[in-house]
C-alpha cells in the first residue's frame, strides 16, 4: 500500500460477491490486494449483502482462498437487519425467515427464534437471499405480511454475480412481495441504505473507513449515505 493511501484510510471495508470472489472462484488480484494492505497495518472488514451464509461459511471461503479473517471481520446484512428487530418486536420473538442459514445463524445469535411458517405465530418477517427460495416461501412472506406483520428485508440488490452470469437477486424477490402486498418492506438493512455500513464501522473501529465495491447502486451510494469514502472494485489494484 502507498503512503499516501496509508495515511488516508485506517480500515478499508470489503463488498465481497464480485469484488473479493464469483461464487466459489476469487477475484484475481483481490487476495493479493487484501494481504498486501494487511501487511502494510490496515485493517479490513469484510461486508457483505449475500443473506444466505453465516458469517463462519464466508470465513472459512476467504481462507481457502488465502485471506486471513476471523468473524469478528465478516459483517454480514442479516447481522444488519436483526440490530433493527428492537425497533419493531420484543427481544425473543418468533421470526418468519424467507432466506437461507445467514438469517437463521445471525437470529439464534441474538436471541430471537426463526420459523419457516406463518403457523408458527412469528412476530416479524426477514426476508433475504438464498438460492433455494421458493415460490411457497414468498407465499409464506405475502400472507404474513398482508396480516400486519413487520417485515424487514436484508438487502435490495436486484442482480446477485453467479459463474454463469448476473442473476437475480434479493431486491428482485422483494420487489415480488412488494408488489403483491401493495407496500414495500418496514426496513431494509443491507448497502446502499446505512445500517450495515454503520454496523461495519462500529464493529471494525474505523475511524478513516475506504468503502471498496464494485456497484454504484449498492457499495458506492451506501458510502456516501454515511459520508465516507469508496472505492469501486476493478481499482483494487491501487490498493495494494
Given amino acids: 500500500m502507498t503512503d499516501p493511501l496509508r495515511?488516508?484510510?485506517d480500515t478499508l471495508l470489503f463488498d465481497l460477491d464480485?469484488?473479493?470472489?464469483v461464487g466459489p472462484e476469487p477475484v484475481p488480484h483481490a487476495a493479493d490486494a487484501i494481504r498486501s494492505a494487511r501487511a502494510a497495518g490496515?485493517?479490513?472488514?469484510?461486508?457483505?449483502?449475500?443473506a444466505s451464509r453465516s458469517a463462519g461459511a464466508v470465513v472459512d471461503h476467504l481462507l481457502h482462498l488465502g485471506i486471513d479473517a476471523s468473524t469478528d471481520e465478516v459483517i454480514t446484512s442479516p447481522q444488519a437487519a436483526v440490530s433493527l428487530l428492537p425497533d419493531f418486536v420484543p427481544d425473543g420473538s418468533r421470526v418468519l425467515v424467507i432466506g437461507g442459514a445467514g438469517i437463521d445463524d445471525a437470529l439464534v445469535a441474538a436471541g430471537y427464534l426463526p420459523v419457516?411458517?406463518?403457523?408458527?405465530?412469528?412476530?416479524?418477517?426477514?426476508?433475504g437471499f438464498s438460492p433455494d427460495v421458493s415460490w411457497r416461501d414468498l407465499a409464506e412472506a405475502t400472507f404474513a405480511v398482508r396480516a400486519g406483520l413487520p417485515w424487514i428485508a436484508t438487502n435490495p440488490d436486484l442482480t446477485f454475480p453467479a459463474p454463469g452470469?448476473?442473476?437475480?437477486?434479493n431486491g428482485a424477490l422483494v420487489r415480488l412481495v412488494a408488489e403483491t402486498v401493495g407496500r414495500g418492506p418496514d426496513a431494509v438493512a443491507g448497502k446502499p441504505e446505512p445500517p450495515l455500513l454503520l454496523e461495519a464501522i462500529r464493529r471494525t473501529k474505523a475511524t478513516r473507513p475506504l468503502m471498496i465495491g464494485d456497484r454504484l447502486d449498492t457499495d458506492i451510494a451506501a458510502g456516501a449515505r454515511v459520508g465516507i469514502p469508496s472505492l469501486l472494485g476493478q481499482d483494487l489494484?491501487?490498493?495494494?
Fill in 165 to 169: 452470469g448476473i442473476a437475480p437477486g
Fill in 237 to 240: 489494484p491501487i490498493v495494494a
Fill in 7 to 9: 495515511s488516508l484510510f
Fill in 18 to 21: 464480485g469484488v473479493v470472489y
Fill in 42 to 50: 490496515v485493517a479490513c472488514g469484510y461486508i457483505t449483502n449475500n
Fill in 116 to 127: 419457516r411458517s406463518l403457523a408458527d405465530q412469528p412476530a416479524a418477517v426477514m426476508q
